[in-house]
């Protein structure tokens, strides 16, 4: 079945995908359903040959703006607890490709959530990031206090979370939360290209980095620097490690197989 909120491009460059949010008409509302058509459209992806590195966008008014406040209102906690979105979270957490955020505009709570669940992000130069589930009399339930304090340290993401002030693109930029800044018509023009270049690399040296660098969130330096160790001897059993230093040697470009 075609999806109603999202729109999947399969190559928008050799080996890269591009997921749109497209539901414009309410901000690209992350409703149950739109985030489910996501988490179906990156595992697929995800298990893709043809793919290497996924870009997701809005558009130029809103990357998203947050959960579905209207869907959520009448919810108890038992609702939420038998929605069970976490289960649909994690799933989208696991994916294995990186993931490129290309946002322009409002990318608020859940938006901001998804857009740090994502390996980097590219900004246009009117995105706003902003955790304002405070004013809603909630919190953050996605990342928003984690994901944010770890890239924007801690007074930055407090006063971000407990006041719900949104900050520009050039502060987020600073604070180390985005990749880079561009002219709005350049976005996802910019998105693209990043994603083209991690693309050219062999698929098995990114899928492990990109594992190795999320483990610095969730261990202590010496079971990283453990892993990283681990990762880092597997790829030398593959094609693309064999490939890529004879192509040095050669000087030539190689063609990584992702064997
Ligand atoms: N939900 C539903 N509809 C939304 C929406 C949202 N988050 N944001 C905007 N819209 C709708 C508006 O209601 C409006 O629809 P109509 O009234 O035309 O039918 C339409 O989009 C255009 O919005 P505005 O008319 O408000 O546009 P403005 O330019 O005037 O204002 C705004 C833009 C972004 C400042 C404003 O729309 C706004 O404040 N929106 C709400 C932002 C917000 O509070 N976001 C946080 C939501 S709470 C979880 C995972 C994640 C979450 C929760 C659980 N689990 C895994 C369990 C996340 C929670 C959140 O994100």
Not at 72 to 98: C, G, H, R, V, Y
Not at 223 to 246: C, I, P, T, V, W
Request: hydrophobic letters at 45%; aromatic letters at 6%; glycine letters at 6%.
């Amino acid at each position: 079945m075609q999806p109603q909120y999202i729109i999947v491009h399969q190559q928008v460059a050799p080996y890269v995908a591009h997921i749109q949010l497209n539901r414009p008409s309410e901000l690209n509302a992350l409703n149950l359903q739109l985030m489910g058509e996501l988490r179906d459209a990156l595992k697929l992806l995800d298990s893709d040959d043809q793919v290497r590195a996924i870009v997701i966008s809005g558009n130029d008014k809103a990357f998203a703006a947050g959960a579905d406040i209207k869907q959520m209102a009448e919810k108890s906690a038992i609702d939420m607890l038998n929605i069970d979105q976490f289960s649909t979270w994690d799933t989208i957490k696991k994916t294995k490709k990186p993931i490129i955020a290309a946002t322009s505009g409002f990318v608020l709570g859940g938006g901001c959530e998804l857009a740090m669940l994502c390996d980097m992000i590219v900004a246009s130069e009117t995105t706003r990031f902003g955790q304002p589930e405070i004013k809603l009399g909630i919190m953050p339930g996605a990342g928003g206090t984690q994901r944010l304090t770890r890239a924007v340290g801690k007074a930055l993401a407090m006063e971000m979370v407990l006041t719900g002030r949104m900050i520009t693109a050039t502060e987020a930029l600073h604070a180390g939360l985005i990749n880079k800044i561009v002219p709005v018509e350049l976005y996802l023009q910019e998105a693209i290209k990043l994603a083209s270049e991690v693309a050219d690399m062999s698929p098995v040296a990114v899928k492990l980095a990109k594992e190795a660098v999320l483990k610095a969130f969730d261990s202590s330096l010496e079971e990283g620097l453990h892993f990283e160790r681990k990762n880092f001897y597997l790829l030398f059993a593959s094609q693309d490690q064999q490939e890529g230093m004879k192509a040095f040697t050669e000087k030539r470009k190689p063609v990584f197989k992702g064997k």
